[in-house]
């Protein structure tokens, strides 16, 4: 029978579970569109070819031509896989849907005979943190302009969909042609419309993808660069594309070195790999909190490290404070716990803060003098929309004298690029041990060719970098500003922050009770009554309750009024 | 500030060990071949790769398929649907490609077992596939029974992460290498000697390195045998598509289904498109498991090795091309019955026997009327000569465990034609020479 598990072990999982939950995505948001594609085509193959309605040459007539090369390959293509419902389903085992051949293994009942491991025991039990059942209720719910006006609204996937236009059912509806559509569904398209006008990548690929697969060499289409065993740590010429994206990036600052990259298959195995290699089973790192919640999982399950949170104060901005790093590090020491890095996350998640030069000098002291790692989670690096500047650890690195072999970043193009699906992340290290020992490991979660080819082609057009860079930062920007301003109006306070997806929210006047318990339960009456799904602080290990992550990028502006206002639902009441 | 210095941080016990396996000979073959690779054209007397287990018989039957189908050649990443792509990292997966990846998988076995999709958990690869199972089935200091000879990556893939041990379970020529029920049991009772709790028996079926399908009697015997001692069974069937006649292939999924799905909580299989579809590159490998917990967490566990969305995509259409896939099977197991017999009749002329096979991209080969002694050294010693003097990197049976020392696996599927017949050319004079040394 399978060992009962410690509660330590209990709660990993249960960090670790909702964790895993808040990452998947698919959520109803995502879905839209569908089959009635097909109604549109001649129709708009009038407006393009100058026959239409109102609506020609008006306003947007290149965003047209794009929306219907959309729908003319959408029909072309298989059917659009509806999105399954995410992994809000996946702990309730009765939620696994099964064939019929499979009814008589449900009747047997759960308890099966050979035991698994202590470490799959602990997480394959489901479990009721709010990081998962918002997520649940989200899947189940989804918000939608006009489908579900009070569905609920997510607001804790840090996901970039500014880059992408809002799925809009009513698009495949409604005709261009002024009459026959009501002024305010027309609005509508014509927001998502601009939007999608500017689906920068989207839009690439649709002039460029076929050349990205052409073997050159051989003037036609060759799979064998494609398909056989390639390094597992990635194409050289990868490392030399996204060496130069990150320098991009960050701004021209600093420049990256290719043969320090190890490509993996997103950053979530790069983090844990770097862990692997830094840090035994049962030693532990320092992690500034509030901190990702996807750490828990990433760090603690398989490699088996601590992660000892190092609180950051309010009043403090909820900047790093070395003092607080210090009492920690000695607090670990006399428990008998040894701590073997420092991992942070510049800009930071979730509360969106940039370390300054000053910080991050303190900070490599610090483990200089301890005699540790540091490891700096730059994923956000490039979705920085304040007017600070992001300073690299790579760039400190470069201008002073540190010993630079116990400095390690992670990076990858799921924020920046909004690739998640493609899982294309990458450490980078300035120590050549580790360097030989992750690529090696790298074998297990590595990047698909294809993929890799893919990005190749799209990271080398420069000119088109450079506009996706600029504009993204600046649609950033804009939601950022939105939302933070609109919750001010409510008298909610958000730290003020240059970077990320998300603004860090103050919302302890509204709980009932200065506690933790009184946080969770403000979040519920979020999820319930305003029907918005946030991330709570204490999912993020902050020790001041009260503080939420509100993320904006899977919203477009039309919604944060909505947002606010259902906000508003719950706060006029206290 | 603190002036840069040699640095003496240290690193973690698993980044610092050498379970990674690269300095042993089954990897110093590919760094001979690395240095010195072997080309038609310009490098003809370089060492010619006959120990990577790759298949590149079928490439253009894949290149025809893109040809024809310009938007597959989109690689599923054309505008339509691309957002959905670019932002799915939904652990399931993608539930087209999971439908596909089940139908493909009972294709192969020409509707002998019958897979759910919904038990499908996808990994970057076999590799990742393999450990995410140990790291679900095994603690730290427990170990897998593997029946030997064996693929020489376990050692790595289900050891170096894990803390997870391996038990060989020593088989013998005697009876072509197939597992025995005593040969488990004498396994099974080493570990209980040694006070190492056995987790599972891992199997490869068919067999890396013999390239021979597992008999119907012994799965039976196997599957008895895991129950008995309530342990798991793995089987690693990531050749199925590569049995030279498909009827010869029984999948454990058959005698699971065949036994009404009694006791099946223990059975995992590990599948992958790396060698039946000579896809490596794209990094597609799947679980499938009969045990509701395992496919829960393993799914939750493969985020740390999900595969491309923008992958799955293309291949949910490739894989949904049943006429494409039918033919694919079909000519692929054709062109490597074809391969195979042409390389073991080489060999025989040669005066080289090998073990009568009926699968996969690789022969195992006995050379052990060469060996001046008939140990591991005396193994080495010849594949060091067979490396450095033949140059043909083939893989020595001590690197996958053999208790018997002079079997060596030779890969066929990795090369053209005529590099094969260049190979072939040079076993021979190679025995040639080695003879008239004896002689003397």
């Known amino acids: ?574 | 500030m603190v002036k840069g210095a040699e640095s003496c941080v240290p690193l973690s016990e698993v980044a610092t060990s050498n379970t990674h396996g690269e300095d042993s000979a089954y990897f110093a073959g590919w760094k001979a071949y690395d240095e010195d690779p072997y080309d038609a054209a310009s490098n003809p007397a370089g060492v010619i790769q006959m120990g990577l287990a790759e298949n590149q018989v079928s490439f253009d039957l894949l290149e025809k398929y893109l040809d024809q189908h310009p938007g597959a050649s989109g690689w599923g990443c054309g505008i339509s649907g691309f957002r959905e792509n670019a932002l799915f990292q939904d652990y399931h997966g993608l539930q087209t490609f999971r439908q596909e990846m089940a139908t493909f998988m009972e294709q192969i076995r020409e509707g002998r077992a019958t897979f759910d999709p919904e038990r499908i958990v996808l990994t970057a690869g076999a590799t990742a596939a393999n450990e995410l199972l140990t790291f679900i089935l095994a603690d730290p200091g427990d170990c897998l029974l593997i029946p030997t000879p064996y693929y020489p990556g376990f050692d790595r893939d289900l050891r170096w992460r894990t803390g997870v041990r391996i038990i060989p379970v020593h088989c013998s020529s005697s009876n072509g290498f197939q597992v025995t029920l005593q040969a488990l049991e004498d396994a099974y009772v080493k570990a209980e000697g040694m006070k190492i709790r056995v987790r599972g028996l891992l199997l490869t079926n068919p067999s890396n390195p013999l390239g021979t399908a597992i008999t119907r009697h012994v799965l039976e015997e196997v599957l008895d045998f895991v129950t008995q001692k309530d342990i798991h069974l793995i089987s690693d069937e990531i050749y199925s598509g590569s049995v030279f006649s498909s009827d010869e292939f029984v999948s454990v999924a058959e005698i699971v289904e065949a036994r009404g799905y009694k006791d099946c909580d223990r059975v995992h299989i590990v599948y992958s498109l790396s060698k039946d579809l000579g896809l490596p590159g794209f990094r597609v490998g799947a679980i499938y498991s009969y045990n509701d917990r395992v496919v829960t967490a393993a799914r939750r566990m493969s985020s740390f090795t999900l595969v491309s969305s923008q992958t799955q995509r293309m291949l949910a259409s490739m894989l949904a091309d049943r006429e494409f896939t039918e033919n694919y099977l079909k000519t692929n197991r054709e062109r490597l019955k074809n391969r195979h017999d042409f390389i073991t009749e080489g060999l025989k002329n040669a005066g080289i026997e090998c073990l009568p096979g009926n699968a996969g991209l690789f022969c195992w080969m006995n050379l052990a009327p060469l060996l001046e002694e008939p140990t591991k050294e005396g193994e080495l010693r010849l594949w060091s000569l067979i490396v450095h003097e033949a140059k043909l990197n083939i893989s020595p049976g001590s690197s996958c465990h053999c208790s018997e020392a002079g079997w060596f696996r030779v890969c066929f599927a990795n090369m053209s034609q005529q590099t094969l017949e260049v190979a072939l050319r040079r076993i021979k004079d190679f025995m040639k020479n080695m003879k008239a040394k004896q002689e003397k």
């Open chain 1, 1 to 574: 029978m399978s060992p009962t598990p410690s509660k330590k072990s209990a709660d990993a999982a249960a960090a670790a579970a909702t964790a895993t939950q808040a990452r998947s995505s698919a959520t109803g948001l995502g879905g839209g569109g569908g089959g009635a594609g097909m109604r549109l085509i001649v129709p708009l193959q009038g407006v393009v070819q100058g026959r239409g309605g109102l609506v020609l040459g008006t306003l947007i007539p290149c965003a047209l031509f794009y929306f219907l090369q959309f729908y003319l390959r959408r029909n072309r293509s298989p059917p659009p896989t509806s999105p399954q419902p995410p992994a809000a389903n996946g702990p309730d085992l009765p939620g696994i849907v099964r064939s019929s051949s499979r009814n008589f293994l449900s009747a047997r009942g759960s308890s099966s005979h050979a035991a698994i491991s202590s470490r799959a025991a602990s997480i394959a039990r489901s479990c009721d943190s709010p990081y998962f059942v918002g997520t649940k209720k989200c899947s189940e719910d989804p918000y939608h302009p006009v489908d579900n006006p009070d569905g609920v609204i997510q607001l804790g996937l840090a996901e970039n969909r500014v880059a992408f236009f809002y799925p809009r059912k009513s698009f495949i509806l409604l005709l261009p042609f002024g009459g026959l559509i009501p002024v305010r569904s027309f609005l509508s398209i014509v927001v998502g419309l601009l939007q999608l006008s500017l689906d920068l990548i989207g839009d690439w690929l649709a002039r460029n993808v076929k050349d990205t697969l052409l073997d050159e060499r051989q003037g036609g289409l060759s799979i064998s660069g494609l398909a056989t065993y390639q390094p597992f740590d990635g194409l050289v010429e990868l490392k030399m594309a996204v060496a130069e994206f990150m320098g991009q990036v960050m701004q021209g600052s600093v420049s990256f070195d290719p043969s320090q990259i190890i490509m993996t298959a997103g950053a979530t195995p790069a983090i844990e790999i770097l862990s692997f290699c830094l840090a035994d089973a049962g030693n532990a790192f320092l992690v500034p909190s509030p901190y990702y919640p996807g750490y828990d999982r990433n760090i603690r399950w398989r490699a088996g490290i601590e992660l000892i949170p190092v609180p950051c104060r309010s009043t403090d901005n909820f900047g790093l404070s070395i003092p607080a790093l210090e009492r920690a590090y000695n607090q670990a020491k006399m428990r008998g716990v040894k701590v073997r890095a420092v991992l942070f996350s510049n800009p930071s998640n979730p509360v969106g803060n940039l370390l300054h030069r000053e910080a991050l000098r303190d900070l490599l002291d610090f483990v200089t003098e301890k005699g540790i790692h540091v490891i700096a989670d730059e994923v956000f690096a490039g979705s920085t929309h304040g007017t600070e500047d992001f300073v690299s650890m790579a760039e400190v690195l470069n201008t002073d004298e540190f010993d630079r072999s116990r400095v390690h970043i992670v990076y990858g193009l799921s924020k920046d690029l909004s690739v998640p699906g493609f899982r294309i992340g990458l450490i980078y290290s300035f120590n050549e041990h580790v360097i030989a020992a992750a690529s090696k490991l790298a074998r297990f979660s590595s990047v698909s060719v294809p993929t890799q080819h893919l990005l190749i082609s799209m990271l080398n057009d420069t000119k088109f970098i450079t506009q996706y860079i600029k504009t993204n930062r600046e649609r950033l920007r804009v939601m950022y500003a939105l939302l933070v301003n609109g919750l001010k109006q409510l008298g909610i306070e958000s730290v003020k922050s240059s970077g990320g997806f998300y603004c860090w929210t103050d919302m302890s006047k509204f709980m009932k009770s200065y506690s933790e318990k009184g946080e969770l339960e403000l979040w519920k009456e979020m999820l319930n009554v305003a029907k918005i799904h946030l991330t709570p602080g204490t999912a993020c290990h902050c020790i001041e309750p009260g503080w939420f992550r509100l993320c904006f990028t899977t919203l477009t502006e039309k919604d944060v009024p909505v947002v606010l206002e259902r906000i508003k639902r719950v706060v006029d009441k206290h």
